[in-house]
């Protein structure tokens, strides 16, 4: 395989990482405080379309960013009221969210646009551009190094340097900070937090809070920086495969970032080879598009161990003796 | 129902007060009150003459209450240092409040002989290291008054001594202490005053020295309660459990029993004493089929296997093997089936309890409330879930389920552990009355007293291995104590200060 | 919080959310410009007025039926099977298999066959992803989420490359010989003189589901092996005290569950669609963990709550004949049905319990 | 009144189903009348759908995509009176007008303007999934390419094997980015709602990209070569024209009869040269003419020009 090809790829890997790593983290500071949260798919569902929405009435793309992070957070909050107000059952609470996402945003959408549920194109200030970085032409000379940093790291929009960016503040907002000291305690034993006067459903709440806006930036990020439109149901499972890279990454932001970008390049591997001919065989397309699972499974049983989800996760906190 | 009712209790300022009573009585909850993890429907709180109204725990600790609950509240994955802070950080960022509470359980450590690797994880210490952990966190908020709530029901002797030493200090310094247990001589030895609760109420306040312990027990299950063990000599028969060469290594690869070898013969209580996380734990799991090990165990002279498919519990309980685990709540029982279904567990292939393909739930319940019945659970309604007995009442189901059942061997771990006298008194009864119908029993107990008084003979472990064997008649506590530090002779200086080093350094060796 | 009498929880507070949830539904129907009364009154008559009705209602309410076990068998040993979706794809697979391959000389013989191998192609499919959660300790909500996928991908080759007619432009298989049609439950209840709508795909396979209730019944609560499943979902360490095999229990509770799942495709797959097409469980495994949530994953809940599901189905297909509601709406509602009466029943009950404990203790 | 049924994509896919809403709608506009009409949700929902507008006296009954073939197969007989119009599907009943498109002929056209545009000499191609109906799509597309300049390499890619394969445009953008690093500076996309990311990426990236179904080149004015236009919003209007009574039997569209072309209009006459024009018209007629043979994939289930 040819050098550049691999840069391609990498690149490619990059971008269908991103919203996948947002997400990811998102789940990452849900479940480190001890909430389950399989709705991040419906999330970043009803991100992606009022991000693209206001996008488009307002041409801004960052006023379409806020209400496309505002919405997730409102069904952040609707996950908060059932699984740690009301101590519902986290799961149920989130299925009823991919629900309600996947309803609203076409009811809406049709109201809004008759367009079938989809908005219109966004163009120019309405959606992100990409990036150049600085020096990246001119260090695209350097061999081997410079195509990397010029083909792979430069030319993306903003939204993929913050997911970047969200790897290492993750880490420090967990563990270098009061607040994350907390937020990892409440996950792991909520009456250990309560006990030394701290408010576990406040800590709750924040979590979710976060989860929200990570979820948001994750549907923002399809609707208006990958894509350029709202189209139904646009996510494709993408909340679900990021479910599977929180547990992979075991709960870590590091291992997030590597676990994202593993399911990221295998797509774009995939992509890139519809279609594989082995001289003896022809491995069939669908082959190829099963083969990005097929490996997590692999990966998945011979080289990462058991994963210890947060001990506290998915029960409500009912104070006992 | 009504947990405490009408409760009114008065600490005196730089005393130890106690504070007893059966399971139930309404001690925790009364404390918890105290702490501003519950709300009370009326009454009021007086701290130092000034009426205080106490919310939330923040609230408590604002008004200088520490609590030490009877179920640790540490994070399990977090060092012992973040476990101090939590709650109690300086800055939004750890990294000052950090070092500041290093500082500061540094001077609490030698303040009050505190000892703490502040970067130790709480799950790999020790329960007694895990305690002193949170008389640290109540210590670093400040504390004034201190609760603490059966603080020694997991501690070893040598832990306890410690523990009451730290305790007389810190009364020394001023500070108040209230202190639960269901351990008369502990009341005795540390207390200035002592509380009586029953039912939710408050039956009885005197002072220490002018009560005994029979009073206080009569006080606490209102009855004459027998304090001593009464059994006659034994009279060990064939050899029933004979173990040659044990070697456990858990699952992290470290060597947990490194090559022992005893017998207990039938109708002999073999006691084994040890401070906790010395092997006995793994020793008693290997021979109820929850662990391999290698070596040779054989049972009525017929060996068994120590790996592979019949090596489970199931096959244990085959040979005759039962086993009375030394964590209830986690092993021995299923918190939330109800008492019936849990009188069956470990035994639901047994035939009886089968009728065709289907399990005979008529059979089962008829036969758990015999059990029930006979080792007088309280309330004795089987369709109660084993969560909502007390803690001695859950101990009793499961004692009724493994020694109705007449096994050869008994094993039983800590099987007094958090229970008060009342039931402590017909749980030792029970055993003995197996031992006299000519069975072998092994018991593992940390309460050197329990062990003392049950046992027949008493072997001591220590770091995986037999450090003897001594008759009870001919040794004491404080042999044995030595022993479970891993100590033939009387060192020189304080005793507790070199067991302490002796334990640490092989802590060092097997983390 | 007051504890309220059992019948109140069973009863009032599922129907209270339920009430909240269409008030809500009805709402939406009233912004988005219909009217809310008849859009109701076309929904429940729809699903529930007339045997045509129940002919459909029933037909999806099989399905979760399926799922829906499939999902609380694995839940009650702690284990959440999410890869009912592609288990009952799968279990598609075996039953087109048997009905196209094999000369049956009657339906009842080869819906025996069928579901036996659609039993047993789900209980395979769960079978990986169990092996390796019992022995390698492999997340298995990953793994199911990602045997969906895969199996989505092998339905597709076998449809596609495989188990097509040629020059057919479906990807789908032949339709099953005759012989191995089902009767429609209008056929059956036509037989015995009850009147029933024909031409509604309830069929027999309905009579299996209720049997797989009864079997789960009695399988988790009075079957050994049910009580070691039980046990091991309720604490591992005292499976293990109790002599009962971890690696074991995973899998047999893990195929079983696929098993239920993959019967699913004798209702939709033999019964309905008389051929494997693409795509054909349409989500319902998805539902299923809805619906075994909000059964409580005991067997009677759960026939409510797919009988509530599968009259939403019914009622939104009404909708979308004889209205211009978007059908879009019928996912909301499903949505504010799960949110109410399965995540915030505790609200629902908490005001139930204002409403009916208040006054009671007004006069004592 | 007519009615008619939308696949389980929904009338609003960009594409087929669209177009059919669109022909029963430009027929309500124009007769002043009303349709009835129900968007899928489900497999079994297609016989119901048939028999309750049957029974409610909907006439002609029109049903958008091969899906329905069996559920019609079962219900035409039950409602001779009635008359159903199918879509890409061939049933055989005596009130039933099967409409069936050469979309190997109009995709051998755009394929043949791909190529003749196309600097690289390499041309994409982007399906939905893997199904027959986009096979026959993909190998008259990889025909006309090979016609045009038979060193065109063709590049063929299928976004996934679930129901979101059809509504992915995130996944759409990211193959044609494969697409173009592999060298393609033509897309041909026949993915539904994929479709819309396969344009726009085009038109980003600055490649020219091809339309399908409907004419899509308003999308991106300048940057889409042209739109492989399936004329199913005719077949639908002209069902409704005819009204009850409507002519049944076989119905081929292809280029003889507009049923497949691609389109011209004021935003990509600018990428095609007059000269191109002429070619690909002439091109098209020798195909009508029959002196040019398009490969039909669901003739013999070969693709000679590509592989899957
Ligand atoms: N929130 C509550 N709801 C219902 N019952 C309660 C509650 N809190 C306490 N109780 C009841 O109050 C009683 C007292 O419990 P508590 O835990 O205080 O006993 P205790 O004296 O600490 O017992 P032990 O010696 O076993 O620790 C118990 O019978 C318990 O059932
Ligand atoms: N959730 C609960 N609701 C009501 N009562 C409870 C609950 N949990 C425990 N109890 C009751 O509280 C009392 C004391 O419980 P607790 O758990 O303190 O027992 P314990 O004897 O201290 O046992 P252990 O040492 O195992 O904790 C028991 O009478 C028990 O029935
Ligand atoms: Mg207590
Ligand atoms: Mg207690």
């Not at chain 2, 391999?292 to 068994?304: A, K, P, S």
């Not at chain 4, 559920?71 to 007008?97: K, Q």
């Not at chain 4, 996309?189 to 479709?195: D, E, L, N, P, Q």
């Amino acid at each position: 395989m040819e050098y550049l090809t691999v840069l391609q790829i990498l690149d490619s890997g990059l971008r269908l990482a991103t919203p996948l790593l947002f997400a990811c983290l998102a789940g990452l500071f849900s479940e480190r405080a001890g909430i389950f949260d399989i709705g991040l798919e419906g999330k970043m569902l009803i991100s992606a379309f009022f991000s693209a929405a206001t996008a488009f009435s307002t041409g801004s793309v960052w006023l379409g960013l806020l209400a496309g992070i505002a919405s997730s957070l409102v069904l952040s909050g609707i996950h908060g009221l059932a699984s740690i107000t009301f101590r519902g059952n986290q799961l149920i609470s989130g299925v009823a969210i991919n629900f309600l996402a996947s309803g609203l945003t076409v009811l809406i959408g049709l109201s809004w646009f008759k367009l079938g549920g989809q908005t219109p194109a966004l163009q120019g200030n309405a959606r992100f551009q990409s990036i150049d970085l600085p020096l990246a032409d001119s260090l695209s000379g350097v061999p081997i190094l410079g195509p990397l940093y010029s083909e792979v790291l430069s030319g993306h929009t903003f939204l993929v340097y913050i997911a970047l960016l969200c790897v290492p503040l993750t880490w420090y907002i967990l563990f270098r900070t009061r607040f994350g000291l907390r937020l990892r305690a409440v996950g792991e034993n909520p009456a250990a937090v309560d006990t030394a006067g701290v408010s576990v459903v406040g800590l709750r709440y924040a979590a979710v809070a976060i989860c929200g806006v990570l979820c948001g930036l994750a549907g923002a990020y399809l609707a208006t920086g990958l894509g350029a439109s709202f189209v139904k149901e646009m996510t494709a499972g993408r909340g679900f495969i990021a479910l599977a890279a929180l547990i992979f990454a075991k709960w870590r932001p590091w291992y997030a970032l590597y676990a994202t970008m593993l399911f990221g390049l295998l797509e774009a591997i995939s992509n890139r080879y519809p279609s594989l001919d082995l001289g003896i065989v022809t491995l069939p397309s669908q082959f190829m598009q099963a083969l990005p699972y097929i490996l997590t499974v692999v990966i998945l049983a011979g080289f990462v161990g058991k994963a210890t989800p947060p001990r506290a996760g998915g029960e409500p906190y009912v104070k006992e003796r | 129902m009504q947990a405490n009712k009408d409760i009114s209790i008065r600490v005196m300022p730089g005393t130890i007060h106690g504070i007893i009573g059966e399971n139930g009585a309404g001690k925790s909850t009364l404390m918890s009150i105290l702490y501003g993890f519950y709300k009370a429907d009326k009454g009021e709180i007086y701290i130092a003459g000034t009426k205080t109204s106490i919310p939330d725990s923040q609230a408590a600790i604002a008004a200088g209450i520490g609590m030490v609950f009877q179920h640790f509240k540490l994070v399990q994955n977090f060092t012992v240092l973040e476990n101090v802070i939590l709650g109690a950080e300086d800055g939004a960022l750890l990294g000052p409040s950090l070092t500041k509470a290093r500082k500061e359980l540094t001077a609490l450590a030698a303040e009050y002989e505190l000892n703490v690797d502040p970067d130790a994880v709480i799950q790999d210490i020790g329960v007694g290291m895990q305690q002193r952990v949170e008389i640290l966190k109540a210590l670093y908020r400040q504390a004034d008054i201190l609760i603490l709530d059966e603080p020694t029901g997991v501690l070893t002797p040598a832990e306890a001594d410690q523990l009451f030493r730290i305790l007389h200090r810190l009364k020394d310094e001023g500070k108040t202490i209230i202190l639960i247990t269901h351990k008369l001589r502990e009341i005795m030895e540390a207390t200035d005053t002592v509380s009586v609760m029953r039912r939710g109420e408050m039956t009885a306040t005197v002072k220490t020295s002018e009560t005994s312990p029979e009073h206080l027990a009569e006080l606490m299950v209102g009855r004459k309660v027998l304090l001593r063990v009464d059994k006659k000599p034994a009279q060990p028969g064939e050899k029933v459990l004979e173990v040659e060469n044990l070697k456990v290594v858990d699952s992290k690869g470290v060597v947990r029993v490194k090559g022992i070898s005893f017998e207990v013969r039938a109708g002999e209580i073999l006691g084994i004493a040890g401070v906790a996380g010395n092997g006995q734990s793994e020793l008693l799991e290997v021979l109820g089929g929850m662990r391999t090990g290698t070596g040779t165990i054989r049972v009525n002279g017929q060996e068994i296997d120590l790996s592979g498919k019949h090596s489970d519990a199931r096959s244990r309980r085959e040979r005759g093997i039962a086993h009375v685990p030394e964590d209830r709540q986690r092993e021995g029982l299923i918190m939330d089936f109800k008492a019936w279904e849990n009188i069956a567990f470990g035994y639901h292939d047994d035939v009886k309890y089968q009728s065709g393909l289907l399990m005979n739930n008529t059979a089962i319940r008829k036969d758990a409330e015999g059990k029930i019945e006979r080792f007088d659970v309280r309330p004795a309604n089987c369709d109660l879930e084993a969560k909502s007995f007390s803690g001695g009442n859950q101990q009793k189901i499961v004692l009724a389920r493994e020694i109705e059942r007449d096994p050869d061997l008994l094993l039983v771990g800590q099987p007094t552990r958090g229970v008060d006298i009342g039931a402590i008194e017909f749980i030792h009864q029970q055993i003995v009355a197996l031992r006299d119908k000519g069975k072998a029993i092994l018991l593992v107990s940390v309460e050197l007293e329990e062990i003392l008084s049950l046992s027949d003979r008493v072997a001591v472990i220590f770091d995986g291995q037999l450090m003897g064997e001594r008759l009870p008649a001919e040794t004491d506590e404080k042999e044995l104590g030595l022993m479970m530090a891993g100590m033939t002779s009387e060192p020189d200086g304080p005793v507790h200060k070199a067991v302490e080093a002796q334990l640490a350094h092989v802590h060092g060796k097997a983390p | 919080m007051e504890q309220l009498p059992k019948w109140a929880d069973l009863v009032v507070v599922p129907l209270v959310g339920l009430i909240m949830a269409f008030v809500l539904s009805m709402l939406m129907v009233l912004v988005t410009g219909h009217d809310p009364i008849q859009a109701l009154k076309l929904m429940v008559s729809g699903a529930l007025g007339s045997t045509y009705g129940w002919g459909y209602t029933l037909y999806y309410a099989t399905n979760f039926i399926f799922t829906g076990l499939a999902v609380a068998v694995a839940f009650h040993a702690s284990l959440f099977n999410i890869g009912g979706e592609g288990q009952a794809a799968i279990g598609g697979l075996g039953v087109a298999l048997v009905c196209l391959f094999i000369p049956w000389p009657h339906w009842t013989i080869a819906l025996l066959a069928a579901s036996a191998s659609a039993a047993v192609f789900g209980a395979l499919w769960a079978l990986i992803p169990a092996y390796l959660q019992a022995k390698r300790g492999s997340h298995i909500v990953i793994t199911t989420i990602m045997f969906n996928f895969i199996a989505a991908s092998l339905l597709n080759y076998v449809l596609v490359n495989q188990l097509r007619p040629r020059g057919s432009m479906d990807p789908a298989t032949a339709k099953f010989p005759e012989a191995t049609h089902l009767p429609s439950l209008g056929d059956m209840l036509g037989a015995v003189g009850i009147p029933f709508a024909k031409g509604t795909p309830a069929n027999v396979s309905l009579f299996v589901a209720l049997a797989a209730c009864v079997f789960v019944y009695y399988l988790i609560w009075r079957t050994r092996l049910g009580y070691q499943l039980r046990a091991f979902g309720k604490s591992q360490p005292a499976a293990v005290y109790a002599g009962i095999n971890p690696v074991k229990i995973t899998i047999i509770t893990m195929m079983i569950s696929g098993a239920l799942a993959g019967l699913m495709a004798i209702n939709n797959v033999m019964g309905e669609a008389e051929r494997l097409i693409l795509g054909s469980v349409e989500g319902a495994g998805f539902i299923g963990i809805a619906v075994a949530l909000m059964g409580r994953s005991h067997p009677i809940g759960i026939l409510f709550a797919a009988l509530l599901f599968g009259a939403l189905y019914q009622g939104g297909a009404e909708l979308g004949l004889w209205t211009s509601i978007p059908r879009e709406l019928v996912i909301v509602i499903q949505a504010l049905v799960i949110l109410f009466t399965g995540a915030l029943d505790n609200m629902v009950r908490l005001m139930v319990a204002k409403v009916l404990i208040r006054p009671k203790r007004a006069e004592a | 009144d007519p009615a008619i049924i939308f696949d389980l994509g929904g009338k609003f896919d960009k594409s087929f189903n669209e177009a059919a809403y669109n022909g029963a709608t430009r027929w309500a506009e124009e007769t002043g009348n009303s349709f009835a009409e129900v968007e899928l949700q489900s497999d079994a929902q297609r016989e119901q759908a048939l028999r309750r507008f049957a029974e409610a006296g909907s006439n002609p009954i029109v049903m958008a995509g091969f899906a329905f073939g069996n559920a019609l197969g079962e219900v035409a007989g039950d409602y001779p009176d009635t008359s159903f119009v199918i879509i890409d599907m061939v049933v055989d009943a005596p009130n039933v007008r099967s409409v069936v498109f050469n979309e190997h002929e109009g995709s051998y056209l755009v394929g043949y303007m791909a190529a003749q545009t196309s600097k690289t000499n390499t041309v994409g191609f982007i399906g939905g999934m893997d199904i027959p109906l986009i096979r026959k799509f993909a190998c008259g597309y990889a025909q006309g390419a090979k016609a045009a300049n038979p060193d065109t390499t063709v590049i063929s890619n299928m976004t996934g094997t679930t129901g979101a394969a059809w509504n992915d445009p995130v996944k759409g953008g990211e193959l044609t980015r494969a697409q173009i690093s592999q060298g393609a500076d033509v897309v041909y996309a026949a993915a539904g709602g994929t479709g819309i990311g396969v344009l726009q990426t085009a038109a980003d990236e600055g490649i020219l990209s091809i339309g399908v179904d409907s004419n899509q080149n308003y999308l991106h004015p300048g940057k889409v070569l042209t739109s492989m236009q399936k004329r199913v919003d005719n077949a639908v209007y002209n069902a409704m024209m005819d009204g009850p009574g409507l002519e049944t039997g076989l119905l081929v569209m292809g280029l003889g009869n507009d049923g497949v072309g691609y389109t011209l209009d004021e935003h990509n006459e600018a990428l095609i040269s007059d000269e191109m024009k002429a070619t690909v018209d002439a091109v098209a007629e020798k195909i009508v003419a029959g002196e040019i043979e398009v490969h039909d994939y669901m003739s013999d289930e070969t693709c000679p020009s590509l592989t899957f």
